[in-house]
């Protein structure tokens, strides 16, 4: 069965400084992997995905994950965070051997001044 | 280009009424999913379809049923809403592609029950 692992609950960073937020995933197939941004009282954004070709991906607004199957992680980067990624990020999975398209619990990103 | 348009954005129940919660896509998608959003827990997943007149449970299926009558429309019910119902909702849509491209979803309906 499919499932994902947001080390994370909450990160905090400052403004311009680098951004991780860690997930881990559980796969019987080859996955799929996508980053979702939600801001306050919105809905959900597609950042990136990962579908089989590159393992490193690029995303939306600077961001991008990298795929790394021995560590089965798809943790997401961004060099210098700004004060608008303040907001909750979901790592999704799902594969060629369900329907299924699973979330982790989330990431809460908060961005000091 | 509407895509994934759910109605209603909120609504406010209380115990024991029922309602039901349309979802609709236009972009000839086959599988269609419900989610519930909680604070601290993501969003998990109530029911999903395959396709017209298929749907099966996800996680947390008790208390809401489903229907796909239509190809492009998704709908949740509630018979005897309680307050545990209490969350934010959102319905998705993607095509069958064995899981590379990523799921669309609606805006979301706040619903409370009182």
């Known amino acids: 069965a499919q499932s994902v692992t947001q080390l994370d609950s909450h990160v905090s960073v400052s403004e311009g400084t680098p951004v991780l937020l860690r997930c881990n995933y559980s796969?019987?197939?080859?996955?799929?992997l996508f980053w979702y941004v939600q801001h306050p009282n919105k809905g959900l954004q597609l950042l990136l995905k990962?579908?089989?070709?590159?393992?490193l991906v690029k995303g939306i607004n600077g961001f991008e994950a990298e795929f790394k199957k021995s560590e089965t992680s798809f943790h997401l980067t961004k060099p210098s965070a700004h004060m608008s990624d303040a907001a909750e990020y979901f790592c999704?999975?799902?594969?060629?051997?369900?329907?299924?398209?699973?979330f982790g619990t989330g990431t809460r990103l908060k961005v000091l001044a | 280009n509407a895509g994934v348009t759910q109605t209603p954005k909120f609504r406010v129940l209380k115990t024991g009424q029922s309602m039901t919660l349309l979802c609709a896509q236009d972009?000839?998608?086959?599988?269609m999913y419900w989610y519930r959003q909680d604070p601290g827990m993501g969003l998990r997943l109530i029911h999903y379809?395959?396709?017209?007149?298929?749907?099966a449970k996800g996680e947390v299926p008790d208390g809401y049923n489903v229907s796909r009558l239509k190809k492009q429309n998704f709908l949740l019910g509630l018979e005897s809403a309680a307050p545990s119902q209490t969350s934010v909702y959102f319905c998705?849509?993607?095509?069958?592609?064995?899981?590379?491209?990523?799921?669309?979803f609606g805006q979301g309906t706040r619903l409370t029950v009182v």
């Open positions: 796969s019987s197939y080859s996955p799929s």
């Open positions: 972009m000839n998608h086959e599988y």
């Open positions: 999704v999975v799902t594969d060629s051997g369900t329907y299924k398209y699973i």
């Open positions: 990962y579908t089989s070709a590159a393992t």
């Open positions: 998705a849509s993607k095509l069958r592609d064995r899981g590379v491209t990523e799921a669309f």
């Open positions: 379809s395959v396709g017209e007149g298929t749907t």
